[in-house]
């Protein structure tokens, strides 16, 4: 059903994402693929659907979006991800993970587990099998980093000598999704001589927000699914309230569902939008708390489109003395890169038009 909110598992429930899928497919012969679009837009259903659907690969997902909140995470907290995936693996692929150092194999459930106290597992240790349990079954192994820019936080460890290592030494391919676009790339610090990931290619897909022609049909299928029928106007009503984005249509199409009142389903997808979108601008504000009067004044005033001597000369004025450009210029990327501010030209804009209502 297009309107159930939790992301989709099934192709039939996916709109137009024809072409993202199969671009997602022919990646998966590249060690690494990066799935980006801003939040919502739909990138953990375009991998739950190739998930179910590619059953000849072995798959390793791991969903870090709930440490959105963390000022940084530690090796344990990525074992233990890792640690959860492989035990939905069937137990005659558990097994083949005997032998590793670290990783006890115990119970008649073959469950899994692995120490990151003293005898450790090594990441490169745990990627050397599974490539080559990959290699032995005859299938891929394709491991899911879902909102891969929070690996940006580990602590006291540094997860792209491993990922260096895999990209050219095994047969293993990684998707980095992210809706923080620019945050994924520094994280994989691509263009630094000093990465371990330095120049590597990477297959990128990205997944934009629906056109209003694919917004007005997304709508329309949706309500057709359930045998409903809603005139155009309301529908283009829809695209200029909320824009393209299909997780804020598909949570309108939902609360139209459970109220039968467009009004009311208008009014409490804003609500719901404003309060994500404060909640995930505060996430953002951790360990960032000394700019944080800055960062909501940038974000006051760029709603509705703003320049960098904009920005300059408000905290200038709001402040009483001279911003530094250097500093200005930081601010503002730190927003693009977190992808709540997008650069056209020489114009800072929101990347969704309800962020603009949240502030
Ligand atoms: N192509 C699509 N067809 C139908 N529903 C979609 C489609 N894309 C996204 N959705 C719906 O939009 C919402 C957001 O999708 P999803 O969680 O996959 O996006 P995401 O990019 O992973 O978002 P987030 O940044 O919040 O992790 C979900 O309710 C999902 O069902
Ligand atoms: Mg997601």
Same mark, same amino acid.
């Given at each position: 059903?297009?309107?159930?909110?939790?992301?989709?598992?099934?192709?039939?429930?996916?709109?137009?994402?024809?072409?993202?899928?199969?671009?997602?497919?022919?990646?998966?012969?590249?060690?690494?693929?990066?799935?980006?679009?801003?939040?919502?837009?739909?990138?953990?259903?375009?991998?739950?659907?190739?998930?179910?659907?590619?059953?000849?690969?072995?798959?390793?997902?791991?969903?870090?979006?709930?440490?959105?909140?963390?000022?940084?995470?530690?090796?344990?907290?990525?074992?233990?991800?890792?640690?959860?995936?492989?035990?939905?693996?069937?137990?005659?692929?558990?097994?083949?993970?005997?032998?590793?150092?670290?990783?006890?194999?115990?119970?008649?459930?073959?469950?899994?587990?692995?120490?990151?106290?003293?005898?450790?597992?090594?990441?490169?240790?745990?990627?050397?099998?599974?490539?080559?349990?990959?290699?032995?079954?005859?299938?891929?192994?394709?491991?899911?980093?879902?909102?891969?820019?929070?690996?940006?936080?580990?602590?006291? +460890?540094?997860?792209?000598?491993?990922?260096?290592?895999?990209?050219?030494?095994?047969?293993?391919?990684?998707? +980095?999704?992210?809706?923080?676009?620019?945050?994924?790339?520094?994280?994989?610090?691509?263009?630094?001589?000093?990465?371990?990931?330095?120049?590597?290619?990477?297959?990128?897909?990205?997944?934009?927000?629906?056109?209003?022609?694919?917004?007005?049909? +997304?709508?329309?299928?949706?309500?057709?699914?359930?045998?409903?029928?809603?005139?155009?106007?309301?529908?283009?009503?829809?695209?200029?309230?909320?824009?393209?984005?299909?997780?804020?249509?598909?949570?309108?199409?939902?609360?139209?569902?459970?109220?039968?009142?467009?009004?009311?389903?208008?009014?409490?997808?804003?609500?719901?939008?404003?309060?994500?979108?404060?909640?995930?601008?505060?996430?953002?504000?951790?360990?960032?708390?000394?700019?944080?009067?800055?960062?909501?004044?940038?974000?006051?005033?760029?709603?509705?489109?703003?320049?960098?001597?904009?920005?300059?000369?408000?905290?200038?004025?709001?402040?009483?003395?001279?911003?530094?450009?250097?500093?200005?210029?930081?601010?503002?990327?730190?927003?693009?890169?977190?992808?709540?501010?997008?650069?056209?030209?020489?114009?800072?804009?929101?990347?969704?038009?309800?962020?603009?209502?949240?502030?």
């Amino acid at each position: 059903m297009l309107f159930d909110p939790k992301p989709k598992e099934r192709r039939e429930d996916l709109f137009d994402r024809d072409d993202e899928l199969n671009r997602l497919k022919a990646g998966l012969n590249y060690p690494v693929i990066l799935l980006l679009g801003i939040r919502r837009s739909g990138k953990s259903s375009l991998v739950k659907v190739l998930m179910n659907e590619m059953k000849d690969v072995i798959w390793i997902y791991l969903d870090l979006r709930k440490y959105e909140g963390y000022t940084y995470i530690t090796y344990k907290y990525l074992l233990s991800e890792f640690e959860r995936a492989l035990n939905t693996w069937p137990k005659f692929l558990r097994e083949l993970l005997r032998g590793i150092r670290g990783v006890v194999i115990s119970g008649s459930g073959f469950e899994v587990r692995l120490s990151w106290g003293r005898d450790r597992v090594e990441l490169a240790d745990l990627f050397d099998r599974l490539s080559s349990i990959g290699e032995r079954e005859g299938r891929r192994v394709v491991i899911v980093f879902d909102e891969s820019q929070e690996l940006r936080k580990l602590k006291g +460890f540094n997860i792209l000598y491993p990922l260096a290592y895999a990209y050219d030494n095994l047969r293993l391919s990684f998707i +980095f999704t992210g809706s923080q676009i620019g945050m994924v790339y520094r994280f994989l610090r691509l263009k630094d001589p000093n990465s371990p990931l330095f120049g590597r290619a990477m297959f990128e897909v990205r997944v934009n927000p629906f056109t209003r022609e694919q917004s007005i049909e +997304f709508l329309k299928t949706g309500f057709r699914e359930v045998g409903i029928s809603v005139n155009d106007g309301v529908l283009e009503s829809v695209y200029d309230e909320l824009g393209g984005i299909p997780g804020w249509l598909t949570y309108y199409g939902f609360n139209y569902l459970q109220f039968n009142n467009h009004e009311e389903a208008i009014k409490r997808t804003l609500e719901y939008a404003v309060q994500l979108v404060r909640q995930e601008f505060e996430n953002f504000l951790r360990g960032r708390e000394e700019a944080r009067e800055r960062y909501y004044a940038i974000m006051g005033l760029c709603k509705s489109g703003c320049r960098w001597s904009d920005v300059k000369r408000i905290l200038e004025a709001r402040e009483g003395y001279r911003v530094d450009d250097k500093k200005i210029t930081e601010l503002l990327q730190n927003l693009v890169d977190a992808s709540f501010l997008i650069k056209e030209g020489d114009i800072y804009r929101p990347s969704d038009p309800l962020i603009t209502k949240a502030f």
